[in-house]
């Protein structure tokens, strides 16, 4: 009984590391550096709970968080793209947007700069770390499912040819006239679409939007893209190892065995570690953070 609720933490904890990983993915390879993925996450969880709040369905909740993802994806892509700015400059100053923008339109919708009201959502609200509520959970199985459709899209179709082509060699791409402004802007896109999932999950899953709820996960999903290589599978393995690290952290606490504060390091200190035996050896695409000539 354990280890099944380990693996079904584990399980609820990596669905959003698994979205934002997912986008990270198609960004890079595109040639955009995937640093605002936490601020994408923190715009999904927000416009998904305001969404699911008005609407009354979750449903519209996941439309509502694609829909804010992709807007500020977009945002970072023309102030990286068309005015060529900085793109590690870019992302933070995105992360930060976001966590400002949440808090401000927090406390003038629902007056709190904290939490919002109990919102509609998918699983059961009491025991939304059981296996019966993670397979009800739409969300679940959609993200499963992006690791195979980022791949297939990558690897099988055109579009992602030139994905990959404008991320290792745009001046080459242009020459035989793909549109490299125009194939980063849709990378962009898909990009936050996939991360605002992430954050729709963490909100509809908990039933209400808090202030700052992605915690870091959109840096640590940015780790695992580095540490899968860029490939999507290998990212979703990645954030699987993170994911259960983060689960053994919750165990611990429980156990009350270490003090909290060294224990809540663990998924950090993983990432340090892993990151640390893979940086210098993985190649990342040729043209990541160039401005295309």
């Known amino acids: 009984m354990i280890i099944f609720g380990f ?3 584990t399980l609820r904890i990596v669905i959003p590391y698994i979205f934002a990983a997912s986008g990270g993915v198609i960004s890079e390879r595109s040639g955009l550096i995937a640093i605002g993925l936490e601020g994408y996450m923190l715009t999904g969880a927000f416009c998904a709970a305001l969404a699911s709040y008005y609407s009354g369905s979750p449903w519209i909740g996941l439309i509502g968080a694609a ?9 970072y892509a023309v102030t990286a793209i068309r005015f060529r700015a900085d793109q590690v400059v870019v992302g933070i100053a995105i992360n930060l947007l976001a966590v400002g923008m949440t808090r401000f339109f927090l406390r003038l919708t629902f007056h709190s700069s904290a939490n919002s009201p109990r919102v509609p959502g998918f ?6 770390t059981g296996v019966a509520s993670l397979a009800s959970n739409p969300l ?4 499963i499912a992006a690791v ?3 791949a297939w899209m990558l690897y099988r179709t055109p579009f992602g040819l030139r994905i990959r082509a404008v991320g290792e060699h745009p001046v080459a791409a242009t020459s035989v006239g793909i549109r490299v402004g125009r194939i980063r802007y849709l990378a962009a896109a898909l990009s ?3 991360a605002g999932l992430g954050g729709a999950y963490l909100a509809l899953d908990q039933h209400q939007f808090s202030a700052e709820m992605t915690a870091g996960r959109g840096f640590i999903a940015l780790a695992a893209v580095i540490f899968g290589r860029w490939d999507p599978v290998r990212a979703a393995l990645a954030c699987l190892l993170f994911a259960a690290a983060d689960a053994l952290q919750i165990q611990l606490q429980g156990a009350q065995a270490i003090p909290s504060q060294f224990v809540e390091m663990i998924p950090y200190a993983l990432t340090i570690i ?10 990342p695409p040729a043209a990541l953070g ?4």
């Not at 160039?290 to 000539?293: L, T």
């Open 290 to 293: 160039k401005v295309a000539e």
């Open 140 to 143: 679940i199985w959609m993200g």
């Open 123 to 128: 699983g059961a609200e009491q025991s939304g």
């Open 274 to 283: 892993a990151l640390a035996g893979v940086v210098g050896r993985a190649t």
């Open 67 to 75: 829909a804010g993802g992709i807007a500020i994806a977009l945002l």
């Open 148 to 150: 195979a459709l980022v």
């Open 192 to 194: 936050g679409m996939l």
């Open 7 to 9: 693996l079904a933490q």
